[in-house]
C-alpha cells in the first residue's frame, strides 16, 4: 500500500506563495497523482492533477495561480501555490490514482485510491 505525505503547509498573507509537497513510499511514476482541498464545512474539492505522461488538469479557481508538478525519480509531486487568497484556505490532501498508465489526469474524488493525511494552508486578508 503506498503511503503519502504532505508538507508545506502554513501560514502567509493574501497574494503570498506556498510549495506544497507530497511524498509516497513507493513508486508513482506510473499513477495520476492529484491534489485536494477541503474547507471547514465544505465538501472535499479538487484542485489539479497530473497524469503520468505530466499532461495536467486545474480547478477554474486555481488556474493560472498554482502549478502541479511531478518528479517521478523522487516519487514526490509538488503545488506551487502562488497570489493566494484567503479563500484558498483549506486542508490540502495529496491523493494518488492507481489507474497504471492512464493518460487523463482526473478530477472525481472518486477516481483515487491513496490520500495523505493533510496540510494545513491559512491565507490571511
Known amino acids: 500500500q503506498v503511503q503519502l505525505v504532505e508538507s508545506g503547509g502554513g501560514l502567509v498573507q493574501a497574494g503570498g506563495s506556498l510549495r506544497l509537497s507530497c511524498a509516497a513510499s513507493?513508486?508513482?511514476?506510473?499513477?495520476?497523482m492529484g491534489w485536494f482541498r477541503q474547507a471547514p464545512g465544505k465538501e472535499r474539492e479538487f484542485v489539479a492533477a497530473?497524469?503520468?505522461?505530466?499532461?495536467?488538469l486545474y480547478a477554474d479557481s486555481v488556474k493560472g495561480r498554482f502549478t502541479i508538478s511531478r518528479d517521478n525519480a523522487k516519487n514526490s509531486e509538488y503545488l506551487q501555490m502562488d497570489n493566494l487568497k484567503p479563500e484558498d484556505t483549506a486542508v490540502y490532501y495529496c491523493?494518488?490514482?492507481?489507474?497504471?498508465?492512464?493518460?487523463?489526469?482526473?478530477?472525481?474524488?472518486?477516481?483515487?485510491?491513496?490520500w495523505g493525511q493533510g496540510t494545513q494552508v491559512t491565507v490571511s486578508s
Open positions: 497530473i497524469s503520468w505522461t505530466k499532461s495536467t
Open positions: 491523493a494518488a490514482d492507481f489507474r497504471r498508465f492512464n493518460p487523463s489526469p482526473s478530477s472525481a474524488i472518486n477516481d483515487y485510491d491513496a
Open positions: 513507493g513508486r508513482l511514476s506510473a499513477y495520476i
